[in-house]
């Protein structure tokens, strides 16, 4: 098991700088797609790309949003991307519930704040899980496998889990993708492209705000979801 959670550490970062470095080929693919059988089946495709690869931990979600925007737009592309995460949440909420045990509990100890969202979420009511699960999924900075893992060994209620998950993507995935549809408006066929047309000082300008909007989300669902395990704690302590 020490080895699955370093691929889920190694393997979506070395994917991410793969498909984004391919960019611009993947979404001639599903430019292919959409024009022999429709923009519908090409994102449904791209769903079930994204699903497969983020629910296994393959690649990183943030990679796959700006390939979202980048194919579809900022509209359809937030769109798919959200589906695609709510149905990897899904493969990787099943997962766990298949696999879980002690070495996956060692896993997650590993990691004081999945730790300690598990032990949050269990026996929490729908809407405080929804709230814990929402900020975890703000902050980046938890590995989406892992979590996944988390909070499916800790029977979190589906839906709670779903609804939290949809909600806490939303606004690092909009950014991504909005980000990523502005790069290709000009019909960059990809990230070299991009910086011959723009320059440098613009794409890394770009790819700067990017960082810092997603730093600052994250950052304020770190403190949130930091207060709410305290909370937690002392609500837990007193009873």
Do not use: H
């Amino acid at each position: 098991m020490g080895i699955l959670a370093i691929c889920w550490v190694v393997l979506p970062a070395a994917g991410g700088f793969f498909l984004l470095a391919n960019v611009g080929d993947a979404s001639e693919t599903l430019d292919a797609i959409a024009a022999s059988s429709g923009v519908v089946v090409s994102m449904l495709v791209f769903a079930s790309f994204f699903a497969i690869t983020s629910g296994l931990g393959l690649l990183p979600t943030y990679a796959q949003a700006i390939l979202a925007g980048w194919a579809f737009g900022i509209t359809f592309g937030t769109i798919g991307a959200i589906l695609g995460i709510l149905l990897g949440a899904t493969i990787g909420f099943g997962l766990a519930r298949l696999i879980s045990g002690p070495a996956i509990e060692s896993i997650i100890n590993r990691r004081p704040v999945v730790a300690a969202v598990r032990n949050a979420v269990i026996g929490s009511g729908f809407f405080r899980a929804t709230y814990i699960v929402g900020l975890l999924r703000l902050s980046p900075n938890s590995p989406f496998a892992l979590s996944n893992l988390a909070l499916g060994g800790a029977r979190t209620p589906v839906t709670a889990y779903l609804l939290g998950t949809m909600l806490g993507m939303l606004p690092r995935t909009a950014v991504a993708a909005g980000i990523a549809a502005a790069a290709a408006a000009d019909g960059s066929e990809g990230l070299a492209e991009v910086v011959e047309k723009k320059g440098w000082l613009m794409t890394i300008s770009g790819v700067l705000v990017l960082v810092v909007a997603v730093l600052i989300i994250g950052s304020i669902g770190k403190r949130a979801l930091k207060r709410a395990l305290e909370d937690q704690a002392e609500t837990a302590a007193s009873s």
